[in-house]
């Protein structure tokens, strides 16, 4: 038996086939069956760029998977392979099994007894002293999230920056990966090789990945919780995966009051330690509901709250509040930012060169959305390290530099 993992917009799932010599047709069949998606309604690719395709035409350029009578075998899809599909309509997924809790009447088996000493507590106190966001980058978000979005939608992002000793995290810009939200989920579309540059510029700029950043939608306002079993799950994941105990998680939502006014809010948390724990050794539950509580958090097996043995525990419990600050950072966040609606261009290049011209050269590209852009364009090893260099001092960029960047600039 082979297994395959789907994703669509309804996050990942798994498709059992007998072997990999089955046509797309018959993959398609297996789909319908099993995920009860109809076939007519299915388009597979194994492009990720499938899931932000917006309009039946931008389906029509995915033809990787378009003939029906194609082998899997031929396309490279083995055991464990990534596919991509994105269907009309709408499903219903159904929730886990749920079997009565406690122990009395039957035998503790070592799992019972495991579960009996995962106590699911408050954290009072979070690793990290306080986070302190650049004005400029903040408000570059929060302003397409409210002006663009509207926040119908989720939107999210990486925030990088600096730890002090005293665990004082300061976030300087942050990254969009590319994405597609909905009301309810944020699905994170990752480039690796996107990240590689972004990594090695915040390298040289002497910064890391220091949390993550999402929008919570309108209409999760009118919702009673903080954060959702959802959102519990997506920020443990990158917490998990970040292995920083300084590591912070940022929500903005927009707070619409009685009087119709409405108020952009920031608030700042780290996941607690046990959440960490309970998310790496695999204790909660993923396949979630429609009618899941979305302020509860299931778990596999037992765990103890108070005096009880719950398989829901309160998404709260797992919040620890960080203290937010603000601050004026070494960059600016003027120049577009990447993998949002309007795509980033050569014009966009040379409309930023021109408004900052009365500025040193080195201020008018002190920007890590303009460095990522170059970036494609220019060599990760050599060019991308001086340029970042001379940011980080403040100091003056070569000639050469200079000419090769305004000569792109006027293509």
């Known amino acids: 038996m082979v297994m395959v993992r789907i994703r669509s917009r309804d996050g990942l799932e798994r498709v059992s086939i007998d072997n990999t010599n089955i046509t797309v047709s018959q993959l398609k069949t297996l789909i319908q069956n099993q995920l009860q998606i109809p076939v007519p309604s299915q388009t597979l690719s194994t492009n990720q760029s499938l899931l932000l395709a917006k309009s039946p035409s ?10 029906p009578d194609t082998p899997l075998s031929s396309l490279s899809i083995s055991h464990g392979s990534l596919i991509f599909l994105a269907y009309d ?12 809790a406690g122990s009395f009447g039957r035998k503790m088996t070592i799992d019972d007894l495991i579960a009996k000493q995962m106590r699911v507590t408050r954290q009072e106190n979070p690793h990290c002293d306080s986070v302190s966001f650049d004005r400029d980058c903040a ?13 119908a939608v989720k939107r999210g992002g990486f925030m990088y920056g600096t730890v002090s000793e005293e665990g004082k995290v300061e ?7 590319p ?42 306002d009118k919702k009673d919780y903080t954060l959702s079993h959802r959102e519990v799950l997506q920020a443990a994941e990158l917490h998990a995966e970040s292995e920083l105990k300084e590591w912070v998680t ?45 302020k509860l958090s299931k778990m596999k097996k037992d765990v103890v709250v108070g005096t009880k043995d719950v398989k829901e525990v309160d998404n709260d419990f797992f919040l620890v509040v960080v203290k937010i600050l603000d601050h004026l950072g070494p960059l600016s966040s003027t120049f577009p930012i990447e993998n949002r609606i309007t795509q980033v261009t050569m014009r966009a290049l040379r409309s930023h060169l021109d408004r900052a011209k009365n500025l040193p050269f080195v201020k008018r590209i002190s920007d890590f959305h ?42």
């Open 179 to 220: 994405q597609q939200g909905t009301e309810e989920v944020l699905m994170l579309l990752r480039d690796s090789d996107e990240e590689k540059l972004v990594e090695a510029i915040t390298a040289c700029l002497g910064m890391r990945r220091v949390g993550f950043i999402f929008t919570q939608t309108i209409m999760q």
């Open 89 to 100: 309509g709408e499903r219903t997924i159904a929730g886990p099994a749920v079997r009565p």
């Open 370 to 411: 303009l460095l990522l852009f170059l970036a494609k364009y220019l060599d990760l090893n050599s060019d991308v390290p001086a340029l970042a260099e001379c940011v980080l001092a403040q100091t003056a960029v070569p000639e050469g530099y200079q000419i090769l960047i305004e000569s792109m600039a006027t293509t």
């Open 58 to 67: 931008d389906l029509l350029k995915f033809t990787d998977m378009s003939n």
């Open 171 to 177: 976030v300087d810009f942050i990254y969009e990966p």
């Open 139 to 151: 408000n570059a978000f929060q302003h397409y999230v409210n002006e663009t979005l509207a926040f």
């Open 250 to 294: 940022a929500v903005v939502k927009l707070e619409v009051s009685e009087d119709g006014g409405a108020d952009v809010h920031f608030e700042a948390f780290q996941m607690s330690d046990m959440c960490i724990r309970l998310f790496k050794e695999g204790w909660f539950e993923t396949e979630i509901g429609e009618d899941a509580d979305p």
